[in-house]
């Protein structure tokens, strides 16, 4: 199936020849996908059908039925599902406990028509909009409208109940649908699927919408099925929308840019998904597909949790802090990565010994701290990688083109087979650790290490070994480049004194990693 660029820019975020693979059918009508980022699942409503359905690598199976027909579906920054009932028309909270809180039912005294589609912003303010499918037949439970006109609303951060906010002109928008946050949640997009248009706002600091106006229009097909339903923003500020044929992607200036041909319409929703989050999952009529693309969502805060430390510790020590502001890591997208520990390196008798560093490594006590990491590590499956730096006696095939590697020659350091290359004691391979050899000193340059990541399934990596300010620096810089949550833990690092150490991690390093301590990631290991 071939895709359609209406502007070279289209071709950046999608191969237009990319497969459209189906996941699963035989449904009613499918909506509301959403990908859980810490379990690595797929969930998506069945409204017609009242259930609620998971797809994983296994397949697709029930999660909830009945489920109250429900729609939109996204999750709050804890990881809670949040629901658009079209049945109770409510909105609704989940918790994995079971636990069901309903955030909004009334406005006015009234009930709401029934909320269908959801986001939520940074500062935990919930956004849905308020058409009436909801009561007709097949999508809904008819029944007659209270309210009388479609709105865009908004909870305030923590609300739970009582009258949401109302955001925009009552009669505005005919069916207000799809709605989604630019990358820097300046802009809220809001489509109406009868007016076949889609309004841009401004959002102000208190998080009420003004400055409203028309985005794109005319979105038709008298030749395709499809309307204008869900819609997500890409990382680059992109609007990607279910349209007639299938997704129609616009650029921040309001262009068409391209076309996404969906083989069954109409599509309705969308969402991006996968462990590098580049797979966009496609609700469409009676079939889940899913699309590979170049791009991936804006970062909503639920993509965060679980996965991405909710902090970077700030003070000079790197104390731990207390309260909610702690590290959150999730071991199944972890990944150890030990660097450069090696004789040569931080071991009295090695070819550096002279620089200071076998005593800045004790004074960082790193050794120690390291083994603890690999041992919590390995008892949670979590994959242990060596990154040796190992060279040719000679160091045939090191180009000498910096004082660095010209020092590994001068001073016969680092070569394979030799005392001063192997593993400090206590930071041996141990069975199914992965070992990577370099010749450089980004950990990532001339390596198998992404190849490695990639077959784990891994997108943190907990950064530690020598030297600080050099390989440790240069690896995290890269590996944040790269689109990789880099945790640096600071007590588990050293380099040849503190001085260059400290300069490291409190300036250059706090731009690229979390800098924390070796206690603060156990603890957060264990914290699930």
């Known amino acids: 199936m071939t895709h359609e660029a209406l502007r070279p820019e289209f071709r950046r975020l999608i191969d237009e020849h990319a497969p459209v693979r189906q996941l699963g059918t035989g449904f009613t009508?499918?909506?509301?996908?959403?990908?859980?980022?810490?379990?690595?699942?797929?969930?998506?409503?069945?409204m017609p059908g009242d259930v609620r359905r998971r797809w994983d690598k296994s397949g697709v199976r029930e999660i909830t039925r009945p489920s109250n027909k429900g729609n939109g579906l996204t999750y709050d920054p804890d990881l809670n599902l949040i629901i658009c009932e079209h049945a109770t028309s409510s909105l609704v909270r989940l918790r994995p406990d079971g636990r069901r809180e309903v955030l909004a039912s009334h406005f006015e005294g009234r009930e709401l028509n029934s909320p269908n589609d959801v986001c939520v912003r940074s500062d935990g303010s919930i956004y849905f909009s308020d058409p009436f499918y909801g009561r007709v037949p097949h999508y809904g439970v008819e029944r007659p409208r209270q309210l009388g006109w479609q709105g865009v609303f908004r909870l305030r951060p923590g609300q739970v109940g009582g009258d949401p906010q109302l955001l925009v002109e009552r009669y505005l928008f005919s069916m207000p649908n799809g709605l989604c946050f630019s990358p820097d949640e300046t802009r809220l997009y809001v489509n109406d699927t009868e007016q076949c248009n889609i309004r841009v706002f401004d959002v102000k600091n208190d998080g009420t919408l003004g400055n409203g106006r028309l985005f794109a229009s005319g979105i038709r097909d008298m030749l395709k099925p499809g309307v204008p339903d869900g819609m997500k923003c890409d990382a680059e500020g992109n609007v990607w929308l279910t349209a007639p044929g299938g997704l129609w992607v616009y650029n921040a200036a309001g262009q068409l840019i391209g076309k996404v041909s969906i083989p069954e319409l109409p599509a309705a929703n969308l969402h991006w998904g996968g462990s590098d989050w580049r797979t966009l999952f496609v609700c469409a009529c009676t079939s889940l597909y899913a699309v590979e693309t170049k791009v991936g969502p804006r970062n909503e805060p639920f993509m965060r949790a679980q996965a991405i430390p909710t902090r970077q510790v700030s003070d000079r020590n790197a104390t731990p802090r207390n309260g909610n502001d702690s590290l959150t890591l999730e071991p199944s997208r972890c990944a150890l990565v030990i660097q450069d520990m090696q004789n040569d390196v931080v071991m009295d008798g090695g070819a550096f010994a002279s620089s200071g560093s076998p005593q800045h490594c004790r004074e960082q006590n790193a050794i120690e701290n390291v083994k603890r990491l690999a041992e919590r590590c390995r008892a949670l499956g979590i994959p242990v990688i060596h990154v040796w730096f190992q060279v040719p006696d000679g160091a045939r095939g090191m180009t000498q083109n910096a004082p660095l590697f010209e020092g590994v020659l001068d001073a016969r350091a680092m070569v394979a087979g030799t005392w001063g290359a192997e593993p400090v004691p206590g930071l041996e391979a141990k069975p199914g650790d992965h070992v990577v050899s370099k010749m450089r000193m980004s950990a990532w340059e001339g390596t198998n290490l992404e190849t490695i990541l990639k077959?784990?399934?891994?997108?943190?990596?907990?950064?530690?070994?020598?030297?600080?300010?050099?390989?440790?620096?240069?690896?995290?810089?890269?590996?944040?480049?790269?689109?990789?949550?880099?945790?640096?833990?600071?007590?588990?690092?050293?380099t040849m004194n503190a001085d260059w150490h400290r300069a490291s991690i409190d300036y250059a390093m706090r731009n690229v990693a979390a800098v924390t301590t070796t206690a603060e990631v156990l603890r957060a290991l264990d914290r699930r």
């Open 455 to 494: 077959a784990e399934g891994r997108d943190v990596i907990i950064e530690t070994g020598a030297w600080t300010n050099m390989s440790i620096e240069h690896t995290a810089r890269t590996g944040a480049d790269k689109g990789y949550v880099m945790v640096i833990p600071e007590d588990g690092c050293s």
């Open 29 to 46: 009508f499918t909506e509301g996908p959403i990908w859980h980022p810490a379990d690595q699942y797929l969930l998506f409503s069945d």
